[in-house]
């Protein structure tokens, strides 16, 4: 029941480590890292204290370590402020390119946010590409239809389950989302909030891919202190919360 | 250094102070003096500082202004009114502000229509309202007698060129301070008034104006600040209070839901038709609507006669019901607490309380807005509308004849507050961390502000760790910690503080629509969180039902004919006070003697039945406490029958819930009420033993334990956007943008993850659990209940029927007040994961 990975994909395994390892290719993917959310925040008007570029190291540094990968793909969404690049971006961003280009190949795919992140990446000459194939899989950020044949690894949704017990309590966890086809990721980010796979409606959800699929058939897998779990399938949680 | 006016001055020694001017105008206009005025005028005259509570219509104000406007006619007739500010008058309502205006020009008008004096006596009104070109006005030509709000008072006081006019102030004038001191806005007033008068060579004298209120002591030092003296003149009892309650019905509990609404309304009914204008007062907006709703319905022609008046309708709407009421067009205006303050709203001659006041104080203060003259009696009666109100209402009836006020608390050292403040400090001028103290420390509220504290909000304001694009936002102030010394910072700060400061949060207003798009109305956020679809409730005096939430939208259908099944609207609730809690539970257990001898003289049958059928549970009083174990449905309840107050309540219940799921390994959900709290849990994890159950209600650790219990609650979450605003945290208005308050929330959400995690003393987060546990909660209270429960004063007993008792009826009924949650998150991720599965597979 509780694991620390779990094979998504045949040779494709999803992590507590809110990463993807794949061992035949020595690679590992994360995404929707959110850098500079905070310096984003604090334009607007929000007092906001520094808080996940240390963290966020700290993790990579952890699965770096650990998988010792030739190759790091991050899914899009490196950095926050879409409209141009904030100091804490170039510092923040740099400081995790610098990192992870010193110990693999590193592929940036494009998110959403990530217009500006082309400037700070030439810096360490990584490229950032629409999409990344790898074998029979395309990894692409989601925000925008993907196409092509084969499997497709998005992020973009930041999928978490939230339940609800007897007496009313809440618990919410980041989560993976896959059938034979499509596989969606957790948000690497500790800020960035999610949408709720149980009882998100078709329009609400942000890839176009997905919203015409639903999510129904997905299978969950949420990122716990346990490990990972095994939630059956979206259409089994939604069934199971009318039943409780 | 508080001490009683003992001398009552009469109509000659008073005159005697008077210009003639002022004494022949007041000897036509009024003939003699009031009690107030006899004890009052002379003392402020001779410059004390003074508090003054006494009855509306006793000529309170007057007694206030008095001596002031004196001093300032015998400088205009002399020819010698400067251009600057003599009279600072502040009170809480933009509305009483243009009363006061208006009952001051059309005297000044008549003596000057009567005489020749050289200058003019200018009085100028500032509020949020006040245009531009009227403040560009004050500001070449300051008004002699300011009037203004305490907001207001904090803009102009770093508005560079107008507060020089403030400089040499003599009087200050604080009305309504009964409704100031025990708030967030009474500390923010209180340090506006020291930074005031920091500085000055002559300092001004400080008068408050207050209603019926407890402990005077307390509110006399509030308004003249620490270690100043302070004169109290009390004349409250000068006025005479009829206070009966009624019982619509002679049976509260057997009676059919729709006869006893039908008696309610018949009997609020003949006491309108039997009196010139009558004043209700409901506990609730949402009742306030309710019952015009249906007197309308049932009374077709008082349609016209009788108006709303609350919080949530236009200003638009307020005046005219106001002017209307006072200009007796109406015959009855029903209300929640909008028309509690002073006001002036005509003659009204019955009060009608709907459901217990909670307290005692405030019940006085309501029936005290009828019978206008200090000659006239004011009339109240209380409505009762269930068993518990009608046990409550006699005690509260008896108190109120006895004068026994409950007691108000003032806030202790609020840091957001004080946070906004140290911004226009900051502003002012350069600070030694020391000096500022010494001014902050003369505010009442933070005479005893630990210097640590105060150094851990400077480090924050200054947000000298963050970079260049963060600093804009974040750091507010300059602040040399090797020199101890703060000052500005960059151009920004100004328009921050000038557009954000202020106390009282945004409410998150959810928009209400029909399927087919139509605006019906707002509701506030915690209201629309407890709608299940199906219910239905009233809106703008229609009823609708409720079908479905999406995000900050509410979708209903009118149904014109339904009646509304409006869930009890909590979080508005007034809570009953502690004070009256405990007289409440001495009259229980006399009560319950009574009922068990047989001599029931005096007691309403209706409580007679109540207890008689409570004996079998053991009836909870001031010296036992019954805590009931049952199982019903899917849960198991103990309720507790601890009758503190909520505000005690609901610290208690936290840490009772908190422990509970703590040594179980369990969720809870609560539900708290005036009388007790009920804490539900999934059956399965079974009974407790006696003194498990006893091990909840232990003292030791009970602030840590409160502390704990919230930290993962709604509440908490709600609260620290709240402060988080008011600490300039979250800033509403930046670079002239608005942010919505769904936004401040969602922002909240965040920023309140990350300061837990990096900094447990982060002054945002210490005041919001503070505001919790000591404002909106009553910890001292809980404290010291359960220190007398466990030296054996109160006793304690588990009952164990398998079923409720009466008294616990209530208390279920409110449902779900919160969730308290298990410490151990991977325990609760394992119970979680096997429970959805076991419902993934089960079927």
């Known amino acids: 029941m509780e694991a620390d990975q779990q094979e998504l994909w045949p040779g494709w395994l999803a992590t507590s480590e809110r990463c993807l390892y794949v061992p035949g290719e020595e690679t590992v993917v994360v995404a929707d890292l959110h850098l500079g959310y905070e310096g984003v925040l604090r334009l607007e008007g929000v007092a906001m204290p520094r808080y996940q570029g240390d963290r966020i190291m700290q993790r990579l540094q952890r699965i770096l370590d650990r998988y010792r990968p030739r190759r790091v793909v991050v899914n899009g969404d490196f950095k926050h402020e879409f409209g141009k690049n904030l100091q804490m971006e170039w510092r923040e961003v740099g400081a995790a390119l610098d990192f992870l280009s010193r110990r693999a190949e590193v ?55 939230r339940l609800r017990d007897e007496v009313g309590a809440l618990l919410t966890l980041p989560c993976y989302l896959y059938d034979r086809e499509v596989a969606v990721m957790p948000a690497f980010s500790p800020l960035a909030s999610g949408t709720d796979v149980s009882t998100a409606e078709r329009e609400d959800l942000l890839s176009p891919l997905l919203r015409s699929r639903g999510l129904d058939s997905l299978r969950v897998v949420a990122v716990s202190g346990l490990g990972l779990l095994d939630f059956s399938t979206v259409a089994g949680l939604s069934r199971a919360s009318h039943r409780r | 250094m508080i001490s009683y006016a003992t001398q009552e001055y009469a109509d000659r020694d008073i005159y005697e102070l008077l210009v003639p001017e002022v004494r022949d105008w007041f000897r036509a206009k009024y003939g003699t003096f009031t009690p107030c005025q006899r004890y009052a005028v002379k003392e402020i005259h001779d410059g004390k500082n003074t508090l003054i509570s006494s009855p509306t219509g006793s000529g309170k104000t007057l007694s206030a202004f008095l001596a002031a406007i004196n001093e300032l006619l015998l400088l205009a007739k002399k020819g010698q009114l400067e251009d600057k500010i003599y009279v600072l008058y502040v009170s809480p309502l933009k509305a009483l502000n243009n009363d006061i205006e208006r009952n001051l020009e059309e005297p000044l008008r008549e003596l000057y229509r009567q005489h020749h004096i050289p200058d003019r006596m200018r009085i100028g009104v500032r509020t949020g309202d006040t245009s531009q070109k009227e403040r560009q006005q004050q500001a070449r030509r300051p008004p002699h007698i300011f009037i203004t709000t305490p907001e207001s008072l904090a803009i102009v006081l770093n508005a560079p060129k107008f507060s020089q006019k403030l400089q040499e102030v003599r009087w200050i004038i604080v009305d309504e301070i009964h409704s100031l001191a025990d708030n967030k806005r009474g500390s923010h007033l209180s340090l506006s008034l020291e930074r005031l008068q920091q500085g000055m060579r002559r300092k001004p004298i400080r008068i408050g104006l207050s209603a019926t209120i407890s402990p005077m002591e307390d509110i006399a030092r509030f308004l003249a600040g620490a270690r100043r003296t302070c004169l109290v003149v009390d004349v409250t009892s000068a006025k005479k209070t009829d206070i009966q309650v009624l019982s619509p019905v002679d049976d509260l509990i057997y009676t059919p839901a729709s006869e006893a609404s039908s008696a309610l309304y018949d009997t609020l009914h003949r006491h309108i038709v039997d009196h010139r204008t009558t004043l209700v007062f409901t506990n609730t907006r949402s009742a306030t609507e309710r019952v015009v709703f249906n007197l309308k319905q049932r009374h077709p022609e008082l349609e016209g006669a009788i108006e709303a008046h609350h919080g949530s309708l236009s200003r638009e709407v307020r005046i005219d019901v106001e002017e209307r009421l006072k200009n007796g067009e109406l015959r009855c205006v029903v209300s929640s607490t909008s028309l509690e303050l002073g006001i002036d709203i005509g003659y009204v001659d019955l009060v009608v309380l709907l459901g217990s006041p909670k307290s005692v104080t405030r019940a006085l203060q309501r029936i005290g807005r009828s019978g206008h003259f200090l000659h006239e009696t004011s009339k109240g009666r209380i409505l009762v509308l269930d068993r518990d109100d009608l046990v409550e209402c006699t005690v509260l009836a008896r108190e109120a004849k006895k004068g026994r006020l409950d ?83 960059g151009k920004m700060v100004r328009p921050i503080y000038y557009l954000n400061l202020g106390t009282i949060p945004d409410e998150v207003a959810v928009k209400v629509y029909t399927a087919d798009r139509h605006f019906v109305g707002k509701v506030e956020e915690p209201f629309a969180e407890r709608l299940k679809p199906g219910d239905i409730f009233v809106l703008a005096g229609k009823t609708y039902e409720f079908v479905r939430s999406r995000r900050l939208r509410l979708v209903v259908k009118p149904r014109p004919e339904a009646q509304p099944t409006i869930p009890s609207w909590f979080s508005e609730q007034l809570p009953l006070s502690y004070d009256l809690a405990r007289e409440i539970s001495a009259f229980r257990r006399t009560a319950e003697q009574k009922v068990r001898s047989g001599y029931t003289d005096g007691l309403a049958p209706a409580i007679v039945g109540y207890f008689r059928e409570q004996l079998h549970f053991g009836v909870p009083h001031d010296r ?47 539900a708290i009420t005036d009388n007790g709290f009920d804490v539900m849990y999934a059956r399965r994890h079974g009974d407790l033993s006696d003194g498990d159950i006893a091990a909840l209600l232990s003292p030791d650790g009970l602030r840590d334990d409160l502390q704990s219990a919230l930290k993962n609650t709604e509440m908490l979450k709600r609260r620290f956007r709240h402060v988080a605003a008011r600490s300039f945290m979250i800033l509403k208005n930046y670079l002239g943008h608005e942010m919505s308050v769904s936004r401040q929330q969602r922002h909240a959400a965040v920023l309140f993850k990350v300061v837990q995690e990096i900094d447990p003393y982060f002054p945002a987060l210490t005041e919001t659990y503070r505001e919790i546990m000591e404002d909106t909660m009553d910890i001292d209270h809980a404290e010291e209940f359960l220190s007398l429960l466990s030296r054996g004063r109160i006793a304690l007993e588990v009952i164990r029927r398998g079923m409720p008792s009466p008294f616990s009826f209530n208390i279920m009924a409110v449902g779900a007040s919160d969730i308290v949650l298990m410490e151990d998150r991977r325990a609760f991720t394992r119970q979680m994961h096997q429970q959805v599965m076991e419902a993934v597979h089960g079927g």
Not at chain 1, 151 to 157: D, G, Q, T, Y
Request: hydrophobic share 40%; charged share 30%.
């Open chain 1, 107 to 161: 592929v940036l795919v494009r998110g959403n946010h990530d217009n500006f992140l082309k400037t700070i990446a030439a810096r360490f000459e990584v490229p950032v590409v629409e999409e990344h194939r790898m074998g029979e899989v395309t990894i692409a950020h989601g925000h925008r239809p993907v196409a092509g044949e084969g499997r497709v690894l998005l992020a973009h949704e930041h999928p978490v389950v």
């Open chain 2, 407 to 489: 007691r108000i608390r003032i806030p202790r050292d609020p840091l957001d507050v004080l946070a906004q403040h140290v911004v226009g400090m900051a502003l002012q001028q350069q600070w030694g961390v020391e000096e500022a103290l010494r001014v902050i420390r003369r505010a009442h509220p933070y005479r005893n502000l630990p210097k640590k504290d105060f150094q851990r909000l400077l480090h924050y304001l200054a947000g000298e760790y963050e970079e260049l694009e963060g600093q804009k936002v974040y750091g507010k102030i300059w602040y040399d910690q090797e020199e101890q010394r703060f000052g500005r910072r």
């Open chain 2, 624 to 670: 036992r406490v019954t805590v009931e174990s049952f199982e019903q449905d899917e849960f198991r309840h103990l309720i507790f029958h601890t009758l503190v107050g909520r505000q005690a309540n609901d610290a208690l219940a936290r840490v009772a819930a908190h422990r509970l799921a703590n040594t179980k390994g369990l969720n809870a959900r609560l």
